[in-house]
């Protein structure tokens, strides 16, 4: 018996010692902050100041009645829609070509994959020139197949900076997607594509009523990335418009930015921060426990 | 040393610098407070950390300092420090900041991190080295005229603002400089007939807006009225200063500026276009035509004006001021090296050194027989002539800083009225 109880011990230190770096590193660069987060969204604090004063859930009050900041957060919300349609919805279509192509299959995937593993600010930098709107490669190549009509300061009218910054961070960000549905698109078994084939089925038809099918869990999983990747989304935005022009392209992630360090309030920022933290777990959680169980 | 957190800032922010050209010179005095430092090293080698940003100069500058300071070493982090990123608030608290730092002058950024209790007074400094006599009148009396007269910056670089214009452009079109308001949007017009874009801005920065409503300020508040404004005894909401905004609309709706394009591109892609002969004007200080002389590109195809006021207004006025400042970590451990350094920097041995590099104008008086460079003559004439108007960014505490770049980018959209934008700085003013 206290053999057994000592083997238990055993395996539960050493596997604990396996587990030790990596829970180290959460807490030091995640648990640690988000508790010292938290303990300043019940401060005032300047960022600067020696003195930060309790002010109870002020800060919190403030922020659900500040316009701006739900402004942010329906921006956000706008943000995640393109994001899944663009991103997800894109890679979800590169993913079926992908796992098409017979010849050169690793040439494509590599140079499929390559706007993700370009920095955020990088991105931003390349897609602010695109949308340049006296050299930009955008405006040139409509003016060059006659559609000047369309010509536009992408970035500079409020109607669509949004839009053509989520574009930006799409294509950023497709291949991490297309990656994950590639490997649950190449997990299908073939039988089932080839009986769906015996049977008359089109291309189309075997995508809607075997691949989507199939791919049930490895698209959950997709969505839930989607949804915390978007309220992430800060790079690219900061990198091609800071914000702009006036708050039309400001996320959440942009005002707490913009809070902390432009207005030097750092305990309204810290708040955002948990605020935005909680709308994520909340959405993120529940769907998350819907899928462990099937309901999804 | 946690230089971790220092990071490029998207371009350089409000730079302003004076020269003047009298005859005395300073020389390095050891004082009370300095004995232990000019004339000798302290015991032991000494590193002295400094961190900003790095100019032409500012090896050989390093390089001179050690030469005359035997026993210091000074290892220089070059990095932009841009307070609107929380870069030197990030230093000064972690206990392991530099000793000295070049940032944002003014009582807006550095000003803040000394009502912090972050950098040290540098007020004893200033009379040990009687640098009121280095300095120009207006900064030491505004420099003076923060916190009860305790001053914790040593300006470094002092420059003004006006519009710069390309004249092949305007020879095509016919124009001289303009004189008036009317004739400044006249030319405008005339220039936009003749294919050329007439004015570029890069709102997407928002200190390049900040610009512009600076000069354009400059041109409808009164230094007086500005003082009071900048001082918090009178409102922000001006008839003068909305006129100043009014401005801004006009030249927005009228053929000067296409607001959708000033909003889509930053000061970098409007510099370029203004390099590139493509737009005829551009609104910045000096570095407009340093940034022209390290892009190769011939400076003596610009020329420059201060922008005239429109009707009502008061006279010609350049906005500028103070750019850079250095600032003394209140924790550094070598302090004594520290103040070496800022002492030797308003010595004669320095500003020929800055002077040669063509960097920028110093803050402090320029040694006998400095010329400055061509790209800087002429804003040394107006530094050195003319009375300036306030850059508000550089006074502006963060929160109105941010509101008056964003009130200036709405306006530039057409989201706001002049008059909205005031309001809009009032109360960012007011709850800062």
């Known amino acids: 018996m206290n053999r057994s109880l000592g083997n238990r011990l055993q395996d539960g230190l050493v596997g604990f010692s396996f587990l030790a770096p990596a829970v180290v590193v959460v807490a030091l660069f995640v648990i640690v902050p988000l508790l010292q987060a938290g303990h300043l969204s019940f401060q005032d604090w300047d960022g600067l100041s020696a003195e930060a004063p309790y002010v109870g859930m002020t800060n919190y009050i403030t922020l659900l009645t500040d316009g701006r900041f739900l402004a942010a957060l329906q921006r956000t919300a706008i943000w995640f829609v393109i994001h899944l349609v663009l991103a997800v919805g894109g890679g979800f279509v590169l993913a079926l070509l992908l796992s098409e192509v017979r010849w050169g299959r690793t040439l494509f995937r590599t140079v499929a994959f390559f706007p993700f593993v370009i920095s955020l600010s990088v991105v931003g930098v390349i897609w602010g020139q695109i949308y340049n709107p006296s050299s930009g490669l955008l405006n040139a190549t409509l003016n060059a197949v006659g559609l000047q009509a369309f010509s536009h300061a992408w970035l500079g009218d409020p109607g669509t900076a949004l839009p053509a910054v989520a574009v930006a961070s799409s294509w950023q960000g497709y291949a991490f997607y297309m990656v994950i549905l590639l490997a649950g698109i190449q997990s299908i078994d073939p039988a089932i594509h080839e009986a769906a084939m015996v049977d008359g089925a089109s291309t189309i038809q075997r995508i809607r009523h075997v691949t989507i099918p199939s791919l049930h869990n490895t698209i959950t999983v997709v969505l839930i990335f989607a949804f915390i990747r978007a309220f992430h989304g800060f790079g690219v935005v900061w990198s091609t418009t800071t914000g702009g022009p006036g708050t039309a392209t400001e996320l959440v992630t942009v005002y707490i930015w913009r809070r902390a360090f432009q207005s030097g309030s750092v305990s309204q920022a810290a708040t955002a921060g948990i605020v935005l933290g909680v709308i994520v777990v909340a959405v993120a959680g529940p769907f998350n426990r819907r899928r462990d169980k099937g309901a999804l | ?432």
């Open chain 2, 1 to 432: 040393m946690v230089i971790a957190v220092l990071m490029a800032a998207c371009g350089s922010s409000n730079d302003e610098g004076e020269a003047t050209t009298t005859t005395e010179s300073t020389s390095t005095e050891t004082t009370t407070l300095m004995e232990s430092t000019t004339s000798q090293a302290p015991d032991g080698d000494v590193v002295l950390r400094i961190a900003g940003d790095g100019y032409a100069h500012t090896a050989a500058a390093v390089e001179a300092f050690e030469a005359s300071h035997p026993g210091i070493t000074v290892e220089y982090a070059e990095g932009n420090l841009n307070f609107e990123e929380g870069v030197p608030q990030a230093l000064l608290q972690s206990g392991q900041g530099p000793d000295i730092l070049i940032l944002n002058a003014g009582p807006g950024r550095a000003g803040e991190l000394a009502k912090a209790g972050l950098t040290a007074d540098l007020s004893e400094l200033y009379d040990d080295l009687d640098l009121a006599s280095v300095y120009p009148e207006t900064l030491m009396n505004q420099l003076e005229a923060q916190y009860g007269g305790q001053i914790s910056e040593m300006v470094e670089v002092y420059s003004a603002f006006q519009i710069y214009y390309n004249k092949a452009l305007f020879d095509d079109a016919g124009l001289d400089e303009p004189e008036s308001w009317e004739a400044l949007v006249e030319a405008c017009q005339s220039l936009a007939d003749s294919g050329v874009e007439p004015m570029t801005l890069g709102t997407r920065s928002g200190f390049a807006a900040g610009w512009l409503g600076g000069v354009l300020l400059a041109s409808s508040v009164s230094i007086d009225e500005m003082t009071e404004i900048i001082y918090e005894e009178a409102s922000f909401e001006q008839p003068d200063v909305i006129r100043g905004f009014e401005m801004l609309e006009e030249l927005v709706t009228g053929p000067c500026i296409d607001g959708p394009t000033a909003a889509a591109i930053d000061y970098n892609q409007s510099f370029a276009s203004f390099y590139n002969n493509q737009a005829a004007m551009v609104a910045g200080n000096e570095f407009v035509l340093i940034g022209a002389v390290d892009s190769d590109v011939d400076i003596s195809q610009f020329g420059s004006f201060a922008i005239p006021p429109r009707d009502g207004g008061g006279d010609v006025v350049y906005s500028g001021g103070m750019g850079k400042s250095w600032v003394l970590n209140a924790e550094s451990t070598e302090r004594e090296a520290a103040l070496a350094w800022l002492a030797w920097v308003t010595t004669d041995e320095y500003l020929n050194i800055v002077v040669d590099a063509g960097s920028y104008i110093p803050a402090a008086r320029l040694p006998d027989g400095a010329e400055l460079a061509p790209s800087l003559a002429r804003t040394g004439e107006i530094l050195a002539n003319e009375e300036l108007g306030y850059n508000p960014s550089n006074y502006f505490s963060g929160a109105g800083t941010q509101a008056w770049y964003e009130a200036l980018q709405s306006l530039v959209i057409g989201e706001i009225t002049p008059a909205e934008a005031a309001a809009a700085v009032q109360q960012a003013l007011e709850s800062n």
